[in-house]
């Protein structure tokens, strides 16, 4: 018997000793059932990736939506939802409340939204995968997140493989270059889950490089107005301690209080942009707000630059937050005073705008500056957040982003025409109010309490709760304060004799300020509540619910005219 040298046993020699017509075909055939097997295993396996590829997705978007889902910010939740758009493969998006009810979310056709939770967990088409992750807040179950999205069709995957099929019978005869085929396949497949993975580093990376860059230039830009601030309340309150001449005094108190009245305009101006803050409109005389902004303009933009103001008499009065109005003009004019480094003028007029067709009346403010100009790509992006073409640290390009915010929130719009080299002019166009003017008034004294009322306080800063006591005493009421809305339920199980409960909103412990203003409601309904918050998201389910409410950073007078028109409404606060 002769023996084949080892060198020689190799496949290609084994395939050419089996090449006859009937054993090619066996083995095209078992070729044929060993890849259509493992194209089932790659089928499977590509389904438990793009599982998890989904789930990870709905788990991120769960953590998102926790917050504007527990205040009920349908804005912010719809926001969240609406990101995923950009993958075209989610097919449906939606998030349910606590009961199960659908709270927002997009579909695109055929695919169908399911109209509640219990839907949700039925089975997802054949083409797609669907999975639904719970939104939770610490142990507190607040909803859920469903989410669908596609794989590729039966005819195209079937298509796939059945060239994959006629591939391997019209080379059954050349089992070699087949075996060699697979191989490159199998090195293409891990190429690309390698290709794959590293994208999906790469997008993390960018995401979060983009987001610490739009940190460092938040802060950069911020940092410095706010250390100006601090060093007027820390100085002043040094000096106070050093002196005790009263002229003095109140010079100093009143630097002090100018310090937290422009640090509380800063943060609501941050706030504004991503529009989380509510604004508080009341009619307002144009001509007579903007005239009150010429000390500080004068103070903001520096010495080389001119402010010429145009504001005829009769300009027509608007609804809008006044505190956003002038945070909005004075945007423009800096932005303006940046284009003109060498000094010159800005110039600020008022017009009005009569309707005709589907334009109502307005109210026009133009600005315009005599500086660089914007090239017209541009234009397009000076009101997006965070955008800037200033160096880091120099600003924020907050300032325009508050002003398209201010602008679309009172119901108008923003305009700008620029010529390079000439100048620019940033127009507002406000919505015409047929309501009187509201006329600036001087700032009224606090009013004292009627009678003796005792106010229980739920604060958990000990700070804030001693300066908010300290006013509650001054304003002649008499306060007694706790932690948190479990000690203050306990509180009022034990002795209900309170004239109103006055509470944070955000705290720790299983009853927030929200929750503890509702329980009482429906259990002492004859108590008022009132709530205080320096989240503006809050602000929002408190406006829902009805329950008055105080934004902090809040002065004495503040607190006494609510006060007062709360006691007023649950009849504690009648002689």
Do not use: C
């Not at 329980?519 to 406006?543: D, E, F, N, V």
Request: no cysteine; aromatic share 4%.
């Amino acid at each position: 018997m002769t023996q084949v040298p080892q060198s020689r046993l190799s496949l290609g020699n084994v395939i050419a000793q089996m090449a006859t017509p009937l054993s090619a075909v066996l083995i095209a055939l078992m070729l044929l059932a060993a890849g259509l097997a493992a194209t089932f295993q790659l089928e499977q396996l590509a389904r438990i990736e793009k599982l998890r590829q989904t789930t990870a997705q709905a788990q991120i978007l769960a953590s998102g939506i926790a917050a504007p889902l527990a205040f009920d910010d349908d804005v912010a939740l719809q926001e969240y939802l609406n990101a995923l758009k950009a993958d075209p493969q989610i097919v449906a998006v939606a998030a349910y409340d606590g009961q199960g009810g659908l709270a927002g979310g997009f579909a695109r056709a055929p695919a169908r939204l399911p109209g509640s939770a219990e839907d949700a967990r039925r089975d997802a088409p054949s083409n797609a995968l669907a999975v639904a992750v719970p939104v939770k807040q610490g142990s507190t179950r607040l909803g859920s997140v469903y989410l669908m999205s596609t794989l590729d069709s039966l005819s195209r995957r079937l298509t796939r493989y059945l060239g994959i099929a006629v591939i391997v019978l019209a080379a059954s005869v050349l089992i070699v270059m087949l075996a060699a085929s697979y191989s490159s396949l199998r090195r293409a497949h891990q190429t690309l889950q390698a290709e794959i993975a590293g994208r999906q580093q790469a997008e993390e990376a960018l995401r979060q490089s983009q987001k610490m860059e739009a940190m460092g230039q938040l802060t950069g830009g911020v940092a410095h107005d706010f250390n100006n601030l601090l060093m007027v309340a820390s100085g002043g309150l040094d000096l106070m301690e050093r002196t005790s001449d009263p002229v003095r005094l109140e010079k100093l108190k009143a630097g002090i209080r100018q310090a937290v009245d422009r640090g509380a305009k800063l943060t609501r101006q941050l706030l504004a942009f991503s529009r989380r803050t509510p604004l508080n409109p009341e009619v307002i005389d144009l001509r007579e707000r903007i005239k009150g902004m010429d000390a500080l303009l004068e103070r903001s933009l520096g010495e080389s630059i001119e402010v010429a103001m145009h504001l005829p008499a009769g300009l027509w009065p608007v609804e809008v937050d006044a505190s956003e109005l002038e945070v909005a003009i004075l945007n423009i004019a800096l932005n303006a005073r940046d284009a003109m480094p060498r000094g010159g003028t800005i110039v600020i007029e008022g017009a009005n705008l009569p309707g005709g067709g589907d334009l109502p009346d307005r109210t026009q403010i133009a600005v315009t500056d005599g500086g660089a100009g914007i090239a017209p790509d541009l234009i397009n992006k000076i009101f997006e957040p965070f955008y800037t073409t200033k160096e880091v640290g120099q600003g924020t390009g907050l300032g325009l982003s508050q002003v398209y915010g201010f602008a679309r929130a009172s119901g108008g719009e923003v305009l700008v025409d620029s010529i390079v080299g000439q100048g620019t002019t940033i127009t507002l166009l406000l919505p015409r109010s047929l309501l009187p003017a509201r006329h600036s008034d001087s700032l009224a004294e606090p009013v004292a309490a009627f009678g003796k009322q005792r106010i229980l306080l739920v604060e958990d800063d000990d700070n804030v709760a001693d300066t908010v006591g300290g006013m509650l005493v001054a304003l002649g009421y008499e306060a007694e304060r706790v932690d948190n809305g479990d000690e203050a339920l306990r509180r009022l199980e034990e002795n209900g004799e309170f004239s109103l409960i006055l509470s944070d909103m955000i705290m720790p412990g299983e009853v927030s300020g929200m929750d503890l203003a509702l329980k009482i409601r429906q259990l002492w309904p004859h108590l008022g509540t009132m709530l205080m918050t320096g989240y503006s998201a809050a602000a929002a389910s408190a406006a829902k619910e009805g329950i008055p409410l105080l934004a902090k950073p809040f002065t004495i007078q503040d607190l006494s005219v609510q006060l007062m028109t709360a006691l007023d409404q649950t009849g504690a606060g009648r002689a």
